[in-house]
């Protein structure tokens, strides 16, 4: 069983389309995460969702919706896609406020053509 | 805010090589530091955390230290292997662990 599962795992879509991606963590977590990683590797928190709560929104465009559903599902919808968009998104998950790390999914890459 | 400052890569070792990628932070009070292993095409996987001063965290044969004094997390390796290709990233957790802050990641290739 896959502790933290992404889907879809590619997704290549065309400009100002609208996509979701899904996240699920088997994990009996309390906190759920969404990182994004740009061209160059670089890792750089979205969002934060502790039981359903929102508890961190970086500076993100408002274009990028995080809804969880419940504890266990953390999705992430995006309007309006643009070129700049293209990165691999991560979902992740912890327990509450943990300083012992955080379960990664395998990603979702994106592509804007 | 805080932050972590890795060194630049890429790093191209022969297997059997001796492997240190530096790794230091600023951060307020006292965070936990992780190393994370990132293979191609994969997900962040844990690879060895410390949560207080001194504290050595190890797995797979690496290793590293959290230093407060030097505010540093180096990580080592006495003999990389081929399977040690990845990127590495080393992070740090806030107080309130509500947050994981990564560093720019170093690209690791081992040559047999």
């Known amino acids: 069983d896959t502790a933290v599962s992404q889907t879809p795992k590619y997704l290549v879509t065309q400009m100002g389309n609208d996509k979701s991606i899904k996240c699920e963590q088997n994990?009996?977590?309390?906190?759920m995460y969404w990182y994004k990683q740009d061209s160059k590797k670089f890792l750089k928190i979205m969002f934060s969702?502790?039981?359903?709560?929102?508890?961190i929104n970086e500076t993100v465009p408002n274009r990028f919706s995080p809804k969880s559903p419940d504890k266990a599902h953390l999705n992430l919808h995006i309007n309006s896609l643009e070129l700049g968009d293209s990165a691999v998104y991560f979902c992740?998950?912890?327990?509450?406020?943990?300083?012992?790390?955080?379960?990664f999914g395998s990603g979702t890459r994106l592509t804007v053509v | 805010g805080d932050s972590v400052t890795q060194m630049e890569g890429p790093v191209t070792l022969s297997e059997e090589a001796f492997l240190t990628i530096n790794c230091t932070y600023t951060?307020?009070?006292?965070?936990?530091l992780f190393w994370y292993v990132q293979y191609p095409g994969e997900g962040l996987q844990l690879l060895l955390k410390?949560?207080?001063?001194?504290d050595k965290g190890s797995n797979k044969g690496f290793e590293a230290t959290y230093r407060k004094e030097t505010t540093s997390f180096h990580l080592e390796k006495g003999s990389v292997q081929v399977s040690d290709s990845a990127v590495y990233f080393c992070?740090?957790?806030?107080?309130?662990?509500?947050?994981?802050?990564f560093g720019e990641g170093t690209q690791l290739t081992v040559n047999p």
């Open positions: 951060a307020t009070g006292y965070p936990s």
């Open positions: 410390a949560t207080k001063a001194d």
């Open positions: 992740a998950s912890s327990p509450i406020r943990s300083r012992h790390g955080y379960t």
């Open positions: 992070a740090l957790s806030d107080n309130s662990g509500s947050r994981l802050t």
């Open positions: 969702y502790n039981n359903k709560e929102l508890i």
């Open positions: 994990l009996g977590h309390d906190t």
